[in-house]
């Protein structure tokens, strides 16, 4: 029996590589990641999914309340809140009494009216637990409010534990690594919500001009780019502990986030278009599907990378975005969007409103709506302004019941005058 030489089976490695890659084949750690997550946790309890099935039951019949309150019209901010949070627990730990307490917490507040207030520390998303959760709240909170030029303000004191370069980073390590096996916490939603808001916070000062000691921007940069980012796809997303390793697992919604707010000044987008590419069949966190199916929020998150990717993509790339726009689109319009303009439910949503909101800013994102966005086509869309006409009828008789800000008001901004 011969044995290769190191060298020459290196070779041969890499070589196989590069073919799986040139056959958009997804990272292996990205294939169905949301399989080899369900089975850590069920290392972690061995009841896990007979424990979280009898759960996520309760909350879908929840769920379906909440949205047919907001139907009629009741404003629940803090419904939604909880129905949101009680949603990121389902598929984030395996502590079934604290997802119970947050469904008894849904259930109570059932068809009532409620609204957000801001706590002493100047956060809001009063009714959420989680502060990653009550920093986006805040985020959209303060953009809903903030002046078109705002005077510059001193740095919130709401960010203090993250208001030094050694804090920051010593609170996104906690989150940034996930060892599911031994503790049953994923903190990969944690670090998604958290970047999000930390990159227009302190590296781009949003939204009300904060003024941010550049070591502290400088230092949050350096980290996403040099060790919080998958080198080898171009994506962000969370590492897992399995055993003696670490997988990457690459996060669609981390990366649309962090490109997004970063405005596509971000290395390897060519890499990061084929990593994306080669996932289009794989479900969330990795991949485009929820449950195997598309999803507006999905499909909104990847029209976005393909638009900062498109200036550096090469023409098979560009051929493949258009045909996978194509195929959302379609779906958009004859599966998800409903005669009376609504989209249709997804409990992943948390809201019609949100719901309503997803679908809109993917017909906006790839110019359906508005033609100065169409980067990937020449062609018009004449069934659009029908289309607008049923989406902003569905607003006007629903606004009343919106729970989370000023997601209705930016949809009709969107959809551009009534004709």
């Not at 409010?145 to 390590?173: C, G, M, W």
């Not at 903190?187 to 781009?204: C, P």
């Not at 993509?313 to 045909?323: F, I, K, L, P, V």
Request: net charge negative.
């Amino acid at each position: 029996m011969h044995l290769l030489n190191p060298i020459k089976l290196t070779s041969i490695i890499l070589l196989l590589i590069g073919s799986a890659w040139a056959a958009n084949l997804p990272p292996e750690p990205d294939v169905q990641a949301d399989v080899a997550l369900r089975r850590d946790f069920a290392i972690f309890n061995p009841h896990y999914e007979q424990d979280r099935a009898l759960r996520e039951a309760r909350l879908r019949t929840l769920s379906a309340s909440m949205y047919a309150d907001e139907a009629k019209g009741i404003k629940n901010v803090c419904g939604h809140q909880v129905l949101e949070e009680a949603g990121a627990l389902m598929i984030t730990r395996a502590d079934f009494a604290l997802v119970d307490r947050r469904l008894r917490d849904l259930a109570a507040l059932l068809s009532h009216s409620s609204s957000d207030v801001e706590n002493a520390q100047g956060m809001w998303g009063n009714c959420y637990e989680g502060w990653a959760l009550k920093l986006n709240a805040t985020f959209d909170h303060l953009e809903d409010s903030a002046a078109n030029e705002p005077a510059p303000h001193p740095f919130p004191a709401f960010l203090a534990r993250v208001s030094t370069p050694q804090k920051v980073i010593s609170y996104l390590d906690t989150v940034a690594v996930s060892d599911v096996r031994h503790t049953g916490i994923d903190h990969g939603r944690e670090f998604n919500d958290a970047t999000s808001v930390l990159v227009r916070m302190i590296i781009r000062g949003e939204p009300e001009n904060y003024v941010v000691p550049p070591e502290l921007r400088a230092a949050l940069l350096d980290n996403l780019m040099r060790r919080y980012r998958n080198r080898v796809t171009g994506f962000w997303g969370e590492r897992y502990v399995r055993g003696e390793k670490e997988d990457f697992v690459d996060d669609l919604s981390t990366t649309f986030h962090i490109v997004s707010y970063l405005k596509g000044q971000v290395p390897d987008m060519p890499l990061l278009i084929q990593t994306l590419l080669s996932l289009k069949d794989q479900n969330y966190p990795s991949g485009w599907l929820w449950n195997g199916a598309l999803w507006n929020h999905n499909n909104m998150d990847v029209v976005t990378l393909f638009e900062y990717g498109w200036s550096t993509a090469d023409r098979a790339q560009r051929d493949a975005m258009r045909t996978e726009i194509e195929r959302m689109l379609h779906w958009c319009l004859t599966d998800s969007l409903q005669a009376d303009g609504s989209f249709r439910s997804n409990i992943a949503d948390s809201s019609l409103e949100q719901g309503e909101y997803y679908g809109v800013s993917f017909l906006e994102r790839i110019g359906f709506l508005n033609s100065r966005r169409r980067f990937w086509t020449d062609r018009n869309f004449p069934e659009a302004d029908e289309v607008k006409a049923r989406i902003r009828h569905f607003i006007e008789a629903h606004k009343s019941g919106d729970a989370l800000g000023d997601r209705y008001k930016s949809v009709l901004t969107a959809l551009g005058p009534s004709s």
